[in-house]
């Protein structure tokens, strides 16, 4: 079909995701999240994020936060602007 | 820019821009009954008078076999439909395929197509496609291939003729024997060239549409008078009426985690550049769950998908949309 965000790049979305998920504590704007996740990815070397790709990853990142929130790692507020991470246990 | 106020209790708001879709849907004509050949005017518009005229006198319900009489006394209804039928079987024979540049060739070539309709034999079949490829490459389209516009035409003869002789039917007969949208469906299969793939189905569903609506070519009365089974028609979910269905704020009338999480990816990329949403993602859970919300997916798709997503979604024509007032205006959505 159109263009796909490639296997190596998607998972090294979700690879920088989580490490930036790990160093959050409480309440966070989504938007400044998946900003920070693009400036890491722009900052290792060999990512060349086009405009159209990057179109593609920003929804990406929020995929990859819906899953977690699905598994109970994140909770999402009524606003769909911020999310938080719930208390670790399971 | 105004604002957005999102409101997820106002269902209501939402809900006014799928009726407002489909509204403007039931008032627009499909773009192929407005390029039929003078000859097969007369029996589209006389079917439709013959429609609304038992249905008003019968207050609404359809006495199938009598008023399938009444079209059968029309001349050149089986020509009208095999002539539609026709048309969307050539939607698989062109891969720059532009729908409006058949309905031209197609009429433009009338004198020779409606050989090829009244008596379907195999040895038009070169002839009737070398007319049509010239004549739409002559549009300014390049790139096509006479084997695939052979291969419709083929798959056309070959589905009328089992219909005609093996069947020993009309489509005028065999249409409205149909009362289950799905069966439809599959039944149509015999008409198209043997592939399996989403301009396959999109063929069908066009011709579907064309036949099991009121406000088109209400033949397929057994679909109709099942208490609207119409309103089962899967709609084709183009990127045009996925983009008019997201942008516009329609699917927020779902309200599930699937809508919000859509809405969630919309809002956060709104400042970030564009947002890339895929056809494929939101398809079935949101733009044909809209369609069916809108109780009737035929006018929705139409006014949705073939004419404001076309002529002004996609070409950010706000201030001329009929939705400008109720959309939501999610303009930085790319629909891909």
Redesign the interface.
Known sequence: ???NIPEDLRKLIEEVTMNKLSSIKGKTE??SF??SV?EELRKRGGVNLS??L???V??YI??I??SLRKKGTIT?DDD??HFSPSKQES | MSSLEIDLRRKDRYEDIIRSISEYGSSVKEAVFENLPDELMVPYQRVRELYIQETTRSKGRIDVNSLIQLYMNVPKTEELLRYLLLTTVLFMGFRNLRNEVIYRVIRRNYDMISHLISRPEYSLINDVSMKLLNDYEGEGIKGEDIQEVSNAVHGFVYGLRKLTKAYGTTLLRWIPKFRDMNDFEKALTMFYPPRANERRKRAIRTFIRWVSHETNLPVALGIISRGGGHRRYTMIADVYSTMVTIRSGAFLALNNDHA??I???I????????????V?EVKGGLVRAVGRLSNDPITYERGGAFRIGHEYCSRLKCSECPLNKVCMKFTWV?I?
């Open positions: 079909m159109s263009i989504t938007l998946v900003n693009i405009d159209d990057e179109a593609m920003r929804p929020v995929d936060l819906w999402m769909l602007l | 919000m999480k809405l969630n990816k809002l956060v990329n709104k400042d970030g550049g564009g947002v890339t949403i895929k494929d790319n891909k």
